[in-house]
């Protein structure tokens, strides 16, 4: 599995931020496809909290770099209390910080630039 941007949590709750392009939603109705969502629930099982970020909502923020900011809060708030309401729900759950989720790193070019990717083991 790849990820596109992967931080952690001042809480030590590992994030994966997925920029979710075209091939990633079905059409007509912007759902995210079967793929995808297969990626998304194997990135939870391996402690992620995934952060969808669709680029059809991404677009319309274009040149307005104080709204994407205050997006992509919006969406890690989102992501990091569903996934606290989701585990607290979960028999046998437990607090504290999670573990760093096994990665290995690689390097990848997309569009003539070069960034650091990581891969879920």
Do not use: C
């Not at 392009?21 to 496809?33: E, M, N």
């Not at 995934?50 to 680029?55: E, G, T």
């Amino acid at each position: 599995l790849l990820i596109d941007i992967t931080a952690r949590t001042a809480e030590g709750v590992w994030l994966a931020i997925e920029a979710d392009g075209p091939d990633h939603f079905r059409q007509p109705d912007d759902a995210l496809t079967g793929p995808t969502q297969y990626r998304n629930r194997a990135l939870a099982a391996r402690g992620y909290v995934v952060v969808s970020v669709p680029y059809f909502k991404w677009n319309k923020l274009r040149g307005d770099a104080h709204q994407r900011q205050q997006y992509l809060r919006r969406l890690m708030k989102q992501a990091l209390q569903q996934a606290s309401t989701n585990s607290a729900a979960a028999a046998g759950s437990s607090a504290g910080q999670q573990s760093r989720p096994r990665l290995s790193s690689g390097v990848t070019t997309s569009s003539g630039r070069v960034r650091r990717i990581r891969k879920a083991a």
